[in-house]
């Protein structure tokens, strides 16, 4: 009896490990918790798209925006955890949210799988081509002449950009009002349409306004230029030494997802970014390609969760 026994765990066990390395059987839904338009979603739609073919499956992008990035993050952490609903989340949903709301919908340390980083995503201080200010420190000084005159649009209250225009104006010793959106699509519509003056976006998600004339990018956010943007100094060159906060994405599936799935998606997708079509549109667009193991990914999660966190209780950050 026990010999059958075994021998049936171990036949279940091969059954199993065979439908996984089979894995997609069929379409796969990368749900992004943001509207269209945004950095997120461009990644998103880059990396499924390429996914797609290398499987020989759909990969449906579905956008589920609303509460800086919870309701998609929440229809993720709460679906089956077979591979086939994943998550492209952000360091606002992954490492920025959970100091900021207190109460979620879901334990966001607990609740996804994480599979792989997709691109470090530097942003770039934006303002619309009718502000008369051709740098940096002409804004700075534009706005100290004009204080609260002057509003900046966000892709949502405690997101990466709403900290990265904090942390700028704490640096600055300047007063402009945010304004945020559900989304970087919608704040960057209303930055081009002249409602605000300020956006920190993804050069990703903002480099085709900026290369059409469209927007006026005055500084990027990282330690180094961004060579799609060669021309656009960093902030800390110029009005803020030091200065150094930007995006990524990634891709996340439900906690409970069996570890061969979590794999094979993650040895596909750093195939899929080390093509090198992938790392030139990604470099093209102003992001920097960066794939890793899942441990890998799980660190950066959690060191950017514990320097937000501090940075967020320093300077008394909240998403009134």
């Known amino acids: 009896m026990k010999t059958l026994l075994t021998a049936a765990g171990l036949l279940l066990l091969a059954i199993s490990t065979l439908a996984q390395s089979a894995f997609p059987t069929r379409p796969v839904t990368l749900i992004v918790p943001f509207p269209p338009g945004g950095g997120t979603d461009t990644g998103a739609r880059i990396i499924a798209q390429k ?108 997101g990466g950009p709403h900290l990265a225009a904090e942390m700028f104006k704490e640096a600055t ?18 930055l081009l349409g002249g409602t605000v003056q300020l956006s920190f976006m993804t050069v990703l998600e903002a480099i085709g306004h900026i290369r059409a004339g469209k ?24 009005v803020a030494p030091g200065f150094n906060s930007i995006s990524w994405i990634g891709i996340l599936a439900p906690a409970g997802t069996p570890a061969a799935i979590v794999e094979k998606i993650a040895v596909d997708v750093r195939e899929v970014i080390a093509s090198a079509d992938v790392k030139t549109r990604l470099t093209e667009l102003g992001g920097i390609p960066h794939s890793t193991s899942p441990s890998e990914f799980a660190q950066i999660i959690e060191s950017d969760r514990k320097r937000y966190a501090k940075i967020i209780k320093d300077r008394g950050i909240t998403v009134d």
């Open 51 to 158: 996914l797609s073919v290398r499987w020989g499956q759909p990969v449906l992008i579905d956008n589920k925006g609303g509460a800086s990035g919870q309701i998609g993050s929440e229809f993720v952490a709460k679906s089956k955890p077979d591979g086939y609903t994943i998550l492209m989340g952000n360091i606002g949903t992954q490492s920025i949210n959970p100091s900021l709301y207190p109460k979620m919908m879901y334990d966001p340390g607990n609740a996804f799988a994480p599979v792989s980083l997709v691109a470090d995503l530097p942003l770039a201080m934006m303002i619309n081509p009718g502000v008369p200010a051709k740098t940096a420190k002409e804004f700075v000084a534009l706005v100290k002449s004009h204080p609260g005159q002057f509003n900046y649009s966000s892709s949502g209250a405690g």
């Open 173 to 190: 010793g300047t007063f402009v009002v945010h304004v945020p959106y559900r989304g970087g699509g919608p704040a960057i519509s209303d």
């Open 215 to 238: 927007l006026r990018a005055l500084a990027v956010t990282g330690s180094q230029r961004v060579s799609a943007l060669p021309d656009v100094p960093t902030l800390a060159e110029t």
